[in-house]
């Protein structure tokens, strides 16, 4: 019994022992030798197996490249490979890098955090980007510019932010680099020659685009801020009141395009931004047959295909001298009161459109000498078919 206590004390000395000898060997707190110098003598960073992962990228930055890693890194203490940077901050970069001057500068750059934005090394992107792009890297902090949009610019679509802006200070507000309609008129010089030949100038695009459009994207086609025709009443308010008050609303300005049924937006060589002539510009629509519900309205262009005698302001071209391209309270928009059934009482009031330019006189005599050629002799055919107080033929 006695000899068999003694053989287990014994194991469990030289298991004691051994715990110890095992924890000394590989006890966390004692320090590692340092390196010795002779180990980094003649070698660069990048063929060592702790940075050599830095130069397998597409881009490197240009003291990676030629080996001059000193350029960024001094070293501070040979025996522990200790190294410190000769400048803080942006000055490091800014020591070669001193391009970034104007009135306004990038945030990141004024903070002095390039890194936010660069890698310092090497990058699989052109100009050392953290990210995979331009518009990734820019998305990163400026989610807002591309959040929830249908409809995105052409730059911001292809994720190429720096078209317009310039990544680092500009002379320019928001880093544009170019100020105002001259940044647009870039790529869009189709406007531009457009503003060149025109007579009539949308006043928005000769004081600034993104009145009408926003700059990044939106809901609406062309980018524009509001649909037309919300975007143009916005500032076109008495037509607007004119539309909103009006008892006969024009279809073209409530349906399709809106405005720009009849307008161009930016620039025409006709009065108003019309797309063409007065009378052109209606026929687009009136040159033919059109229904709206159970009401047919005749073709406009085949009653002016068909005749050699026209209405004054017809073979004016002038349309608007009778009728109101917007809306307005009389039926078929006439500018004034016309009967719409086709017998009526006799009053100026009534005929009010035709009086406009026509001498009442030339209705109320039953013969007459010259007043009207619209006579059998001297009698006064007008006075006949038209002046009675109840059944009276319409002019129409």
Known sequence: MNQQCTTIRSSRAWRFVLIVLVSIAYDSSTPAAPPSPEAFKDRSCSDMACHGGLTKRKTLHAPLEGDACDTCHEQENPTIHAFKYPYQGNELCTDCHDEFEGKHIHEAVASGDCITCHNPHSSDTAALLTSDSVGDLCNECHEEVTDDFEFLHGPVAAGDCTVCHQPHASEHGALLTTAGNDLCFECHDDVEDDLADATSKHSPVEDSCTACHSPHGGKHKMMLSQPSPALCLDCHDDIADQVDEATYKHSAVTTGNGCTNCHVPHASKYASLMRDTNVKTCLSCHGKEIKSGSRVFASIGEQLKNNTHLHGPVQDGECTACHTPHGGEHARLLTEAFPTT??????????????????????????????????????????????????GRTCT
Do not use: M
């Open 342 to 391: 086709f017998y009526s009482p006799f009053a100026e009031d009534i005929y009010a459109i035709c009086f406009s330019c026509h001498d009442v006189e030339a209705f109320e005599e039953a013969q007459v000498e010259d007043e009207t050629a619209f006579r059998n002799g001297t009698q006064n055919l007008h006075f006949l078919h038209v002046n009675k107080p109840k059944k």
